[in-house]
C-alpha cells in the first residue's frame, strides 16, 4: 500500500491535474493502542466526483533477537580464500523446492495420472459424441441431436454406393470413414499452436463460439511432441466462420494463431 | 522455499555445524580447508587454511571463538574462528575423524581411525582458553571398539562419552575414568556401520543415523531405543529440530553407485519425520549426491544440508513447514 504523504508544491501542479490541490489534504490518524492506523485521502474518480478514501492499516512491529555477538561477527573482515572478495559461488535456486509429501508405501505416483489428471483437470466419463461436450449431458440428450450428420443417412449412402457398383457383383465394404469425411468439409485449421497446447485447451478456446464436435492436436509418431497445428470441427457452419473471424491472428501462448478453413485432404 | 546454493568446496561436504546463536555456519569437506559462512544469506566469511587431507569434522566453542577439526591429514586442529589462524594442532598417528567440544568448551573429545597396527581410539584433550598454553597431552584414551568410530559425542554435565561407529555398537563412557558404561545390542541396536549422531540440546538423548537404513533416538542415560525412523537408503547424516518436534534425516546410495542409478531413484533428499510420531512428513529434494551432512539452525527456521555434489544447499522454511499439522 503505497500511499503519497507527500505534498507537492503547488506550483509543480500542471493545469490538467484538474485542480487536485483543491482537495483536503490527506489526513492520518494514529496508530492507535491496537497497531491501527487510519489514512484518509481524497481524490476526484474517473466522473469528476470528489471521494473520500479512508486506508485502514495495521502496524506491527518485530522484534527479531539476535544473540550476543551476532552484530559484532557481521562486520568481521573476510579471511582466507574470502578475503579477496570471492564469494565462492553462491546462488539462489532457480527451483522452488517444496516440502513433498510422502506417498503410501509400495505407491508410486505414475507420470502418466499425473499429466493425465493436470492436462484434463479430472477426467470425466460424461462424453457427448454428438458435441464432443464433456461432463454436462450423454450423446442421447444432446441438444444438436438432430443437427448432427445422422448415423442412418450414412449407410443409405453408402447403399446407393454399392448400387453403382452392382455391375460388377463385387463386395463393396461400407466406408467408415464417409462420415469423417463429410465432418471435415468444415473443419477448421489451426495453426502455429505453442508446443503444449493440448486438445482440450483447443476446444476450450473454440467452444466459446459454439458446440464443438471435434477438436485435435497433431503430435509426432516419434517425438512425442506437438506439431504446432490442430483441427477443429464445429457442429454449426456459422459458428466456425465466427471462430475463423475472431480467432485468426489472436495470440495464444504468446504466439499468434493462423486459423482457416482447412483445405479439403488430397487423395 | 527457494534454498541458497553455496558452492565453495570443490569436493563432498562432510559436516556441517551452527554456531550457537545460529549467525554462523561451519562446513567440512574432503578439500582440505573447512569453511565459515553467513548463515542468513550465505556470504562466506573466510575459510581456515592448513590441513592437508579431508576434512572430517568440526566444532566451534560455545562463544564462536574458537573452531577444532579433525582431519584425515591425522592432525586435530584448533583455529581462531574470526581471523582464520591456526592455534594448535593436536598430532595423531592416524586419521582424526570425530571432534567435539564438551559443554563448558575446555575438554574436547577426538577420535581418531585404526590405521596399519594401531586400533582405533576416543582421546579426551584439555582445551585452555589461552592457546598459548595449549598442550598436546592427552587426559584419557580409550581403545577397544574395533573399526573405525565415526562419530562421538559428550554426554550430559560431561559425565560420559558416546561413541558409536564401524561396528554398529554405541558406547557410552564414563569421561574421567575410560570405563565402558552401556553398550546397545546387538539384536535391537544398528545393525550396520553408525554414520551419524546428533545430540538434543539438553542431551537427554540422541539421533544416530545408520547404513542400515534407519536412524534411532536413544535415551543418553540408560541407551533405551526410544524411536526408530524407517527410510529405504542408507543414512549419513541427522539433525533435530530445536524448534519443533521433527527430525531430519539424510542419504542416499553409496557414492559408488551414484553414477549407476537415476537421479530419482537415488532417494537424495532429506527426509522430515515427526520424531514422536516417527511418521514422514515429507522430503527436501534438491541434490544430486548423497547428503553427508545436515545441520538445523539454533532457531529452527531453517536447515542447511551439504551433499557428495559438493554443494551446500541453505533452506529457509516457508510458513507453510510451521503450519504443518500431525
Known sequence: MAISTQRKDWADYEEDDGGDFLLPPTEVIGPDKKGIKKVISYKYNDEGKKVKVTTTIRVTKTVTRTGRGVEERRSWPKFGAAADGNDGCISVSQEDIHLEKPTAPGEKPKEKDIQQAAGTGGGTLMVCRTCGMKGDHWTRECRYKNLAPNPADATSETSKDSDNNKGTKKYVAPRPDRKRREDEEHSIRVSNLSDDTRDDDLRDLFAAFGPVARARVLFDHHTGKSRGFGFVNFVHKEDGERAIQKLNGYGYDSLILCVEWAAPRSK | ?326
Open chain 2, 1 to 326: 522455499m527457494r534454498p541458497i546454493l553455496m558452492k565453495g568446496h570443490e569436493r563432498p561436504l562432510t559436516f556441517l555445524k551452527y554456531n550457537r546463536e545460529g549467525d554462523l555456519l561451519f562446513s567440512c569437506a574432503k578439500d582440505h580447508t573447512p569453511t565459515v559462512w553467513f548463515a542468513d544469506n550465505g556470504e562466506r566469511l573466510g575459510t581456515y587454511k592448513g590441513h592437508n587431507g579431508a576434512v572430517w569434522c568440526c566444532d566451534v566453542s560455545r562463544d564462536s571463538r574458537r573452531l577444532i577439526t579433525g582431519s584425515a591429514d591425522q592432525t586435530a586442529k584448533l583455529w581462531d574462528v574470526k581471523s582464520g589462524t591456526e592455534l594448535f594442532t593436536f598430532k595423531f598417528d592416524s586419521p582424526a575423524r570425530a571432534v567435539d567440544f564438551a559443554v563448558g568448551d575446555k575438554l574436547a573429545v577426538i577420535t581418531t581411525d585404526p590405521f596399519m597396527e594401531l586400533t582405533s581410539a576416543i582421546h579426551v584433550k584439555s582445551i585452555s582458553s589461552d592457546p598459548d598454553e595449549q598442550t598436546a597431552e592427552s587426559l584419557l584414551t580409550i581403545k577397544g571398539p574395533r573399526g573405525r568410530i565415526q562419530t562421538a559425542a559428550w554426554g550430559p554435565l560431561n559425565k560420559t562419552i558416546i561413541s558409536a561407529g564401524e561396528d554398529a555398537i554405541v558406547r557410552v563412557w564414563d569421561s574421567e575414568t575410560g570405563k565402558l558404561l552401556i553398550e546397545s545390542s546387538k539384536e535391537t541396536g544398528h545393525q550396520n556401520t553408525v554414520s551419524s549422531l546428533f545430540m538434543s540440546e539438553d542431551g537427554s538423548h540422541f539421533l544416530t543415523g545408520s547404513l542400515d537404513k534407519s536412524a534411532k533416538l536413544w535415551d543418553s542415560r540408560t541407551l533405551t531405543i526410544l524411536k526408530t525412523y524407517v527410510t529405504e537408503r542408507p543414512v549419513n547424516a541427522v539433525a533435530m529440530s530445536p524448534l519443533l518436534e521433527h527430525v531430519v534425516i539424510g542419504g542416499g546410495q553409496s557414492a559408488s553407485e551414484v553414477t549407476t542409478t537415476d537421479r530419482r531413484a537415488g532417494k537424495f533428499e532429506a527426509k522430515f519425520f515427526h520424531k514422536i510420531l516417527q511418521e514422514e512428513i515429507g522430503g527436501v529434494k534438491g541434490h544430486f549426491g548423497p547428503i553427508n551432512a545436515l545441520a538445523f539452525n539454533p532457531d529452527g527456521r531453517s536447515f542447511t544440508s551439504g551433499g557428495e555434489d559438493g554443494y551446500v544447499r541453505l533452506h529457509h522454511f516457508d510458513q507453510d513447514y510451521f503450519n504443518i499439522k500431525m
